[in-house]
């Protein structure tokens, strides 16, 4: 293996690492708390609550709480037009019974001198309708006889509402956890954005096959004595990965996923985000290069057949260092303003680049090693995202997809789109690894369909994108039914797509020639030449 194509694997085996597979996200708007200890009437999690208010029948803002584990749950789930009057205790800290009398209020207290049960329970016993307790702090307590909401408020919140309170306005409150829809618009546009950079990736890898493999038959015809003498041409720039490197996948993988997890930080995530613009500018540059390269425009197509020696980066094309500047730029800008409330497009388009330029190089030979590949992911998923809660009391994968304890939104390895009609709001996520490892079993299907010239209903690839498809969308239905809790995409995607791909194959007799060959016989009429096997990694 010659200098280029080791730096190549290299190159590769990097990128696969820093985009493994994340879960499929949006914010959480139940939290579980596996660390307080379990104890009667203090059963519930920790959701989040919407104060919904009204001063002097003027909407005013509405703030955002947390229910308490102790207390009934919240009975509402949507905005309507009954509010409760909200009075200010009285002592403030709601420790002894309050002096005004109450007929069902909703009552703001402060935190301090008694614990959150008590202040509940004389809230409760003076006729209060629900308790709004002014505190940042999380409360370990219970208390079997509560039934009324009771709700954290942060300080902010709390002063807003009491100074409205000592300014003689009338201020009324309605307390409700509002569910998600079923199926956000934003997940529909990520879906598509998932579906669309596979087909994109897999006909781009087909087309650059089928080339290939024509360019072999013309060496076959014309020049077989020196193609005896010549390497696997059709295996230039393209590295086709084993059974083992598919296993060490997963460990390799699982160590990088544990020291982010551990070194998570600000530090940490600046420089994932600069290895990302490296990835993404690589990325970019090499779509926009072949793109433009197939414009039938005449100084795209002679700038890109004509190159110039560049130091240490070899023999580059002409549109290569034309196109090299706007992709520098374009990474550096998003970089600088990734903060700003739509830096999300930048960071898609990097990744949908990065992406397919991914599945152009690595190339999965066969369905054994795609079964074996997605197999290992498939655990490697379920295990990071569930069974590592009883390792180290929380998901792994989670935490590290959000980036939690580092200051910043999340890492930049995903495809994220702001969802729109969510009354809680966050963002959608999917994982680079959630679309690049089933992409590359999905790419090789069209390869197989193109170089075995069956139509697209008597193929394979219409099916595979269809079972990843409806994999991909019921991931989102799961995620939705779940409260917003992280889903491994994977768990849902691999079934579908594996399944069906096996099922299909074995039922048309074509199991033996994808699981081992992954290729159909091409035979020469009028030379017989020795098989050669491909370099794999």
Known sequence: MD?????????????????CSRSVLAGDIVHEDDIAPKKPGCENSFVLVKVHTLIDNVEGKEFVGVGARFGTTMASKEKHANHSKLVLSDPPDCCSPPKNKLTGEVILVHR?????????????????????????????????????????????AGSILEDSLNGNSSVAVQLYSPQR??????????????????????????????????????????????????ED?????????NTTSAVLFVVIASCFLVMLYKLMSYAFVELLVVLFCIGGVEGLQTCLV?????????????????????????????????????CIAFAVIWAVFRRVSFAWIGQDILGIALIVTVLQIVR??????????????????????????????????????????????????????????????????????????????????LRYDWLSKKSLRAGYFLWAMMAYGLGLLITYVALNLMDGHGQPALLYIVPFTLGTLLTLAKQRGDLDILWGRGEPERICPHIHLQPSQRESI
């Open 233 to 241: 041409t059709s295996a230039t720039g393209v590295v086709d990965i």
């Open 364 to 445: 999965v030979p066969n369905l054994k090693v795609g079964t074996v590949l997605l197999s290992c992911a498939f655990l490697y998923d379920i295990f990071w995202v569930f069974v590592s809660k009883s390792f180290f009391s929380e998901s792994v994968m989670i935490v590290v997809a959000r980036g939690d304890n580092s200051g910043e939104d999340g890492i930049p390895m995903l495809l994220k789109i702001p969802r729109m009609f969510d009354p809680w709001g966050g963002y959608s996520i999917i994982g680079f690894g959630d679309i690049l490892l089933p992409g590359l079993i999905i790419a090789f299907t």
């Open 3 to 19: 200098s280029e194509r080791i730096l190549v694997v290299l190159c590769i085996l990097v990128i696969t690492l820093l985009f």
């Open 290 to 326: 072949a793109l433009l390269s197939r414009i039938s425009f005449r100084w795209f197509k002679r700038a890109g057949e004509s190159f110039i020696k560049v130091p240490f980066f070899g023999a580059v094309s002409h549109l290569t260092l034309a196109v090299s500047p706007f």
């Open 112 to 156: 301090g001198n008694c614990t959150f049960t008590t202040k509940a329970n004389i809230a409760e016993t003076a006729g209060a309708s629900a308790i709004l307790i002014v505190n940042y702090k999380k409360a370990n307590e219970t208390d079997l006889q509560i039934q009324i909401p009771a709700v954290m408020l942060p300080q902010d």
């Open 181 to 230: 829809p079923l199926v956000d618009i934003a997940e529909v546009f990520l879906w598509l954005m998932a579906v669309g950079t596979i087909l994109c990736a897999s006909y781009w890898s087909a087309w650059s096959a089928r080339g290939a493999a024509i360019e072999q038959d013309k060496l076959l015809k014309d020049a077989s004595d020196d193609y005896l003498n010549m």
